[in-house]
Nanobody
């Protein structure tokens, strides 16, 4: 069963930067569209950035101008570049994506989640 694997989280001071990565656990799956979510303790999961197969992106107001979602199809990876981090950005960050793979019936599209990576912004 393919999974999405997130990496790049950690502890950073306010004003700092981090780059999160998301890649399928199996190379035979490739990205169609992808979305980054985050969930802080006691709060609902929040959709913060998305990118579709053609490249256009969209952002939540809470991160617009500070976060950038991008994709490198050659590396089969989606990124979330986070700058000007604030304590309120502290959360577990999750990657969600539509992945395409080939089967005997042709191309198959499925939706998958990662297990999340912790981002803590604190001095």
């Amino acid at each position: 069963q393919v999974q999405l694997v997130e990496s790049g989280g950690g502890l950073v001071q306010p004003g700092g930067s981090l780059r999160l990565s998301c890649t399928p656990s199996t190379s035979t799956y490739r990205f169609d569209a992808a979305v980054w979510y985050r969930q802080a303790p006691g709060q609902e999961r929040e959709r913060i950035a998305g990118i579709n197969s053609a490249g256009p992106t969209n952002y939540a107001d809470s991160v617009k101008g500070r976060f950038t979602i991008s994709r490198d199809d050659a590396k089969n990876t989606v990124y979330l570049q986070m700058t000007s981090l604030k304590p309120e950005d502290t959360a577990v960050y999750y990657c969600n994506a539509d992945l395409i793979t080939r089967s005997a019936l042709g191309e198959v599209l499925g939706n998958y989640w990662g297990r999340g990576t912790q981002v803590t912004v604190s001095s």
